[in-house]
């Protein structure tokens, strides 16, 4: 059975940071990949971030530069450190680990938590 939760999120400035962290049971982090989508208001869910079991970091156009993906695979968790955000980026973020394509949407491993709530203010 996998559950993924979510935890991380509050309201932040513009520019400001944020980290968020993710818990996953029923996979296997040195095995799966993992990454982070959001989804904003009015808008489907989107790629954020992924990285592959080796350790390997993909990251959105959008974020590339701001945001960086880690994990922890002892303690099956996975990290999205945020930073110089914009009120763009304000989102509830979620983690999955994906089926297949790593850099777009598509099918996922377990089902979508609750999330964490982003909001960038100016």
């Known amino acids: 059975q996998v559950q993924l939760v979510e935890s991380g999120g509050g309201s932040v400035q513009v520019g400001g940071s944020r980290r968020l962290s993710c818990v996953a049971s029923g996979i296997t982090l040195s095995e799966r990949a993992m990454g982070w989508y959001r989804r904003a208001p009015g808008q489907e869910r989107e790629f954020v971030a992924v990285?592959?079991?080796?350790?390997?970091?993909y990251l959105a156009d959008s974020v590339t530069g701001r945001f960086t993906i880690s994990k922890d695979n002892a303690k099956n968790e996975i990290y999205l450190e945020m930073n110089s955000l914009k009120p763009e980026d304000t989102a509830t973020y979620y983690c999955?680990?994906?089926?297949?394509?790593?850099?777009?949407?598509?099918?996922?491993?377990?089902?979508w938590g609750q999330g964490t709530q982003v909001t960038v203010s100016s």
């Open positions: 999955n680990a994906p089926i297949g394509a790593l850099k777009r949407m598509g099918s996922f491993v377990g089902p």
């Open positions: 990285i592959t079991a080796e350790g390997r970091a």
